[in-house]
């Protein structure tokens, strides 16, 4: 079992910045990539950025030069991070963080945390 505990996240005015943070506690040694995801009011979630253990990157096209994914793997922490910077009123959704194990369920979920960009 992996448990992913998020912080961060809140209301911040267009153009602002805000960072989420997540830990992952329990079997983190089969933790493979970590992300976040994005759900906004009656749309589907979707991916913002993701980074491997190995350090390796991926955003989507909507975040990309704007949000920065960071990953400590240190001692076993894994927590992974998320800085977004120049945030839009769309960028508005809960945001879940995410593990990727290499062992079933091969997926865990955080609870999620608000980001609302006003505007």
């Known amino acids: 079992q992996v448990q992913l505990v998020e912080s961060g996240g809140g209301l911040v005015q267009g153009g602002g910045s805000l960072g989420l943070s997540c830990t992952a506690s329990g079997r983190t040694f089969n933790i493979n990539t970590m992300g976040w995801y994005r759900q906004a009011p009656g749309k589907r979630r979707e991916l913002a950025a993701t980074?491997?253990?190995?350090?390796?990157?991926?955003?989507a096209d909507s975040v990309k030069g704007r949000f920065t994914i960071s990953r400590d793997n240190a001692n076993a922490k894994n927590t992974v991070y998320l800085q977004m910077n120049s945030l839009k009123p769309e960028d508005t959704a809960v945001y879940y963080c995410?593990?990727?194990?290499?062992?079933?369920?091969?997926?865990?979920w955080g609870q999620g945390t608000q980001v609302t960009v006003s505007s």
């Open positions: 980074i491997t253990r190995g350090g390796d990157t991926n955003y």
């Open positions: 995410n593990a990727a194990v290499t062992t079933w369920p091969f997926t865990y």
